[in-house]
């Protein structure tokens, strides 16, 4: 489960450097006016974006944030960025990604010695994108989308988005291994809380069940202004605790507007990352997963080809959690030791309780989800303050699961 993919000669992946993508902007909309760049710096800009660190340059033409205005045509779209590619072309030694949703664009974008569509609509606001793709074979970057750039909203949604993704490049026979993934941080949509891009943050090794290059775009983003209340210009260092928080769990390429800041913060988070236990011996391959939600669980089940019942009927065996319940009676722990160990799981106590010498005691206790569940469920028709207790755990088992609980918070 070790990603390493070849992007255009660029080796991208778990064992490779996190790369770093500048973003180069030629729409006077963007929300960033300090990323905008004219055509007579465009040469100066990239070469010094390439001198300090950057592998990839991101050249949008149009503006993809939600708000900007106006909204300018596809032929102005390609007015812009046509020269742009043309002065770029062999003068940087970096590969060169075209930021567009339109297929005509991204294909004459190629024709001009782009090396890699940037969808932030994951190909469905022009699905003749697919078709561009393979017919350049050339890899893409595709965000989780609906049926309007970064619709998904939470991690399911997210999740959901990329696996259809994937699954619809498959049916058109391309190559998924030339698939860039962006998990669609940011205020896509007015609907989309910034808590929504925290438990992306948060839960981003989650990505890792793809097997697929992972690209974090948090620059400047509106989760930032979310906590500090800051202009975009003002934006760098909370992007940067947000950078290094991604690459830790996991991110192979980094989009952001400040290369230099940039890629101290990965070096460090890089350095930082633990390795992924892997093995590969002949034909045979052996490689531990992380899994931290039973939903990933699912997905990477259906991947290997497990039936969709299958998976759904296991997912709660893959995840183990372990909870503490205070100041109980001997007694009560003693029924919970049971009724886990009964489950497959086990539950530990101090020593006085095990021999009734104490009265009172913590137990700690530890299985699946699906252990804990039934527990729960078992406790609910005990006696003393077991029914109780169980709505206890059954309570912390769905805060867990609660993306509000977790990150909803005065900011």
Not at 41 to 69: K, N
Not at 133 to 141: G, N
Not at 195 to 222: G, H, M, N, W
Request: charged share 30%; net charge negative.
């Amino acid at each position: 489960m070790v990603v390493d993919v070849d992007i255009c000669g660029l080796k991208v992946g778990d064992e490779h450097p996190v790369r770093l993508m500048g973003v180069i902007n030629l729409s006077r909309e963007s929300f960033y006016k300090g990323s905008v760049v004219s055509t007579d710096s465009l040469l100066d800009v990239a070469q010094r974006m390439v001198d300090d660190g950057a592998s990839i340059l991101d050249i949008g033409a149009r503006s993809t944030w939600p708000l900007a205005s106006p909204v300018i045509r596809e032929d102005e779209e390609l007015q812009r960025l046509i020269p742009a590619l043309d002065i770029l072309k062999d003068n940087v030694d970096a590969l060169i990604s075209v930021d567009t949703v339109y297929s005509n664009i991204a294909d004459e974008g190629l024709k001009h010695g782009a090396d890699i569509i940037n969808d932030v609509s994951g190909f469905t606001t022009d699905e003749r994108m697919f078709d561009v793709m393979k017919e350049h074979d050339c890899p893409a970057v595709v965000m989780a989308s609906e049926k309007i750039p970064g619709d998904p909203i939470g991690m399911d949604a997210i999740m959901g988005s990329l696996a259809r993704i994937i699954a619809k490049a498959e049916a058109r026979d391309i190559d998924t291994n030339k698939l860039i993934l962006d998990p669609a941080i940011g205020k896509w949509i007015a609907e989309k809380d910034p808590i929504y891009d925290f438990e992306t943050i948060e839960q981003f090794e989650s990505f890792k069940v793809f097997e697929k290059p992972i690209l974090a775009a948090v620059s400047r983003k509106s989760c930032i202004d979310a906590v500090l209340h800051k202009p975009a210009d003002e934006r760098l260092y909370g992007s940067l605790a947000a950078t290094a928080i991604v690459v830790q769990k996991g991110a192979h390429i980094i989009r952001t507007h400040d290369i230099p800041e940039t890629r101290d913060v990965v070096e460090v988070a890089r350095a930082m990352r633990k390795r992924q236990p892997f093995t590969r011996s002949g034909d045979f391959e052996v490689s531990m997963i992380d899994i931290i939600h039973p939903d990933d669980a699912e997905y990477f089940m259906k991947s290997i080809g497990v039936t969709g019942t299958g998976a759904k009927v296991m997912k709660k065996k893959t995840v183990s959690k372990v909870i503490r319940i205070s100041n109980i009676t001997t007694t009560e722990a003693l029924i919970i030791k049971q009724e886990i160990l009964a489950r497959g799981g086990d539950a530990a106590l101090e020593r006085d309780a095990v021999s009734h010498e104490t009265e009172k005691t913590d137990v700690i206790v530890f299985g699946t989800l699906l252990q804990l569940e039934r527990l729960a469920k078992k406790l609910v028709c005990q006696a003393r303050n077991l029914p109780h207790i169980a709505e206890m755990i059954a309570e912390v088992l769905q805060q867990e699961m609660d993306v509000e609980y977790r990150y909803k918070r005065e900011l």
